[in-house]
T-cell receptor
Framework: QQQVKQSPQSLIVQKGGISIINCAYENTAFDYFPWYQQFPGKGPALLIAIRPDVSEKKEGRFTISFNKSAKQFSLHIMDSQPGDSATYFCAARRGSTLGRLYFGRGTQLTVWP | NAGVTQTPKFQVLKTGQSMTLQCAQDMNHEYMSWYRQDPGMGLRLIHYSVGAGITDQGEVPNGYNVSRSTTEDFPLRLLSAAPSQTSVYFC??????????FGNGTRLTVT
């Protein structure tokens, strides 16, 4: 049973556009929701993360929106750039099992000039 | 500061062979874990450890063994390789309250 569901599987956006990736979860015990970015040949790296006590977190061009009642969260990339082309993973974690993340299946983002 | 180091980067095995994927971290992190990444499947947890001498199974543990004798090292053993184990393997570590730090992966092909 997949703990975190992510969509879309792939996304193509024009340079300067907005990229939006969505995730949904069922387990209300999750208390930490990070997004990871992965470039080819590299391991994933933390991009931005949010806890359920806030509805939005912004870091530069990257924003997480969190809807606790709907059990959904999303990543918005404003002014998308070709350098943002990568695979993005959402994830979730329970406080009782620190160090164990449940990942979505990933979204391959391509930003074309 | 090397972070999480995985060796080898690439490996080809024949069905039935065994091998050990190495993982070492120099950040004194308590938690270490192994994930496999397959196209369209995301990152799936194989095994994880909350400290030296303590390990537990993840989502896809069958065919893999782990042990953690030191804080720094967390090797993953394939007992009898199968083509279904062809994948990219990532080791990761964290303090628990810090981000998960990943290595750069081992790409394994089983023929």
């Amino acid at each position: 049973q997949q703990q975190v569901k992510q969509s879309p599987q792939s996304l193509i956006v024009q340079k300067g556009g907005i990229s939006i990736i969505n995730c949904a979860y069922e387990n209300t015990a999750f208390d930490y929701f990070p997004w990871y970015q992965q470039f080819p040949g590299k391991g994933p790296a933390l991009l931005i993360a949010i806890r359920p006590d806030v509805s939005e977190k912004k870091e530069g061009r990257f924003t997480i929106s969190f809807n606790k009642s709907a059990k959904q969260f999303s990543l918005h990339i404003m002014d998308s750039q070709p350098g943002d082309s990568a695979t993005y993973f959402c994830a979730a974690r329970r406080g009782s099992t620190l160090g164990r993340l449940y990942f979505g299946r990933g979204t391959q983002l391509t930003v074309w000039p | 500061n090397a972070g999480v180091t995985q060796t080898p980067k690439f490996q080809v095995l024949k069905t039935g062979q065994s091998m050990t994927l190495q993982c070492a971290q120099d950040m004194n992190h308590e938690y270490m874990s192994w994930y496999r990444q397959d196209p369209g499947m995301g990152l799936r947890l194989i095994h994880y450890s909350v400290g030296a001498g303590i390990t537990d199974q993840g989502e896809v543990p069958n065919g893999y063994n782990v042990s953690r004798s030191t804080t720094e090292d967390f090797p993953l053993r394939l007992l009898s390789a199968a083509p279904s184990q062809t994948s990219v393997y990532f080791c990761a570590s964290t303090t628990g309250n810090s981000p998960l730090h990943f290595g750069n992966g081992t790409r394994l092909t089983v023929t």
